[in-house]
């Protein structure tokens, strides 16, 4: 396993117009995370957390600052350069699995690697091995409706996992589910990156969340503090 970085981020900065005034969510942040570590970043509502994990993730350009992912360099890349950076590198996990309702559990993970030029058999081979492994194997054929809020999430992760990327992105990904499911959401989800050797950054307010994960680092006035142990979150 290559245990260097996935992600470099030197000198991040963001900032939003709110009328005559500017706010800078995030200023010359660094975050370093290296292949296999699971990194829990916390902070209160409205702290930057998800503009953080949309720039890292090249939803959005930051203002300053460098975004390295997998060894390039992403800061000057076009608009179509980043979105094949997305589609080869990355993956991400929502609060809410935002999975197509007309198409299958299969069909839902199948999707992302046929966007990638996969052939279908070889997508639904890794699609059939990536939800059995998450303990779907009886639920293939089966639509968002008539799965649970764990099982969809668990959907969501295989989706994530599909064109295996070196780094996963995750935002509250287990904020909708109750305490005894997301235990095995979690451990479901850390057990995929520890045997694939990913990197993942999991934005939470789960004190159970981070107290999984590899390492803390907590947004305070836009940057981030050293790594402490998880005691509060809010």
Avoid: W
Wanted: net charge neutral; aromatic share 2%; proline share 4%.
């Amino acid at each position: 396993m290559n245990d260097g970085p996935v992600l470099e981020i030197t000198g991040l900065g963001r900032a939003f117009q709110q009328g005559d005034r500017r706010l800078q969510v995030l200023q010359n942040l660094d975050l370093r995370i290296r292949a296999g570590e699971a990194v829990a970043l916390v902070g209160p509502s409205g702290s930057g957390k998800s503009t953080l994990l949309h720039a890292a993730g090249l939803l959005e350009k930051p203002d300053a600052g460098e975004i390295v992912i997998a060894g390039r360099n992403c800061s000057s890349m076009s608009d179509r350069q980043r979105t094949a950076m997305r589609r080869e590198f990355l993956g991400f996990v929502y609060q809410f699995h935002h999975l197509l309702p007309e198409f299958t559990a299969l069909e839902n993970v199948i999707m992302p690697m046929r966007l990638a030029r996969l052939p279908r058999a070889e997508a639904s081979d890794r699609a059939t091995r990536l939800l059995t492994e998450l303990g779907l194997g009886d639920r293939l054929e089966h639509t968002p409706a008539q799965l649970s809020g764990g099982e969809q999430q668990r959907v969501a992760v295989a989706r994530a996992l599909a064109n295996q990327p070196v780094l996963l992105l995750a935002d509250e990904p287990t904020g909708n589910l109750d305490q005894a499911t997301a235990e095995v959401v979690l451990a479901e989800l850390l057990e995929q990156v520890r045997a694939r050797g990913l990197g993942i950054l999991i934005a939470t307010h789960d004190p159970m969340v981070a107290g999984r994960l590899d390492r803390v680092v907590r947004l305070h006035d836009g940057r981030l503090v050293a790594d402490q142990t998880f005691l509060s979150v809010t």
